[in-house]
Nanobody, 121 residues
């Protein structure tokens, strides 16, 4: 069974930092793009950052210069380093990865369970 397990969320004051991690496990034979999304109250889920297998990255304009996405392919893990956090960053953060498994002939999108990030004084 394949799953993505997230960690690192929590409560932080404005200007603080958090690092989110998401590790993929199971019968994985290939990992393609890995992404971070977030969903704030009353808003649609939005793409925050993406990273390819070759470590090319892209960011939403609202987080450029503050967030950094990275991956460790040996650990099947994607990270999101969040600095200079603002109250408007408050959301549930989800990781997503397109994985090739032993039983599927094409990549399948998997989601983490989500982790709450709250930025408040």
């Amino acid at each position: 069974q394949v799953q993505l397990v997230e960690s690192g969320g929590g409560l932080v004051q404005p200007g603080g930092s958090l690092r989110l991690s998401c590790a993929a496990s199971g019968s994985i034979v290939g990992i393609y793009d890995m992404d971070w999304y977030r969903q704030a109250p009353g808003k649609q889920r939005e793409l925050v950052a993406t990273i390819t297998y070759g470590s090319s990255t892209n960011y939403a304009g609202s987080v450029k210069g503050r967030f950094t996405i990275s991956r460790d392919n040996a650990k099947n893990t994607v990270y999101l380093q969040m600095n200079s956090l603002k109250p408007e960053d408050t959301a549930v953060y989800y990781c997503n990865a397109r994985l090739l498994t032993r039983h599927a002939g094409h990549p399948i999108s998997y989601w983490g369970q989500g982790t709450q990030v709250t930025v408040s004084s």
